[in-house]
């Protein structure tokens, strides 16, 4: 079973345990929800919303709605904030929330391996990200910036693809863990 992010369509069912238990639509009604889950959940949402908001503008430009200055500016004000939150975000959860949760049901724990994979494709997903965002800003100075506007939109749908499933996977997997457990050492 190939389980790699570029190819993978879901959490692979024998990490969706939990999930059975605790399915999605009854979240917001699960005691726990409110606090670290609803918080980690708006982070989450946060990241498609910029991913959305970059797409959106990408587009309007490139149908001429938008001026080049313009259109430059929101690339690198959303692309700024889009990249920092999401550098931070996944070093916080390597780094103190994984480590933690992957200890507390061993039927999951190769989960959080995949979950770290993820993060390493996505680092280099960003870095063409930066690059593609600096050529539109760079060529918003002079030659050509709707060329690098296409490359970026591009990129963008790419993007927003890849980390959409990993965000959905990284809920299925860790919101049924907290609702169970509490957040007990995360906070």
Known sequence: MDISLETRTGLPEPLRVLLRDYPRDGWPADPQFHGLVSFWLERHLMFRDLMGRMTTETEAFLDGARDTRHFTRIIAHYGSAFVNQLHGHHQIEDQHYFPILRTR??????????????????????GRFVDQANGVIQRGQGQDPRR????????????TRLITRHLDDEEDLIVPVILRDGPGGLG
């Open 148 to 159: 690098a506007a296409a490359t970026l939109h591009h990129g963008l749908a790419d993007l």
């Open 105 to 126: 049901d061993p039927r999951i724990e190769t989960g959080f391996d995949l979950l770290d994979s993820d993060h390493h494709a996505l680092d280099g997903l960003l």
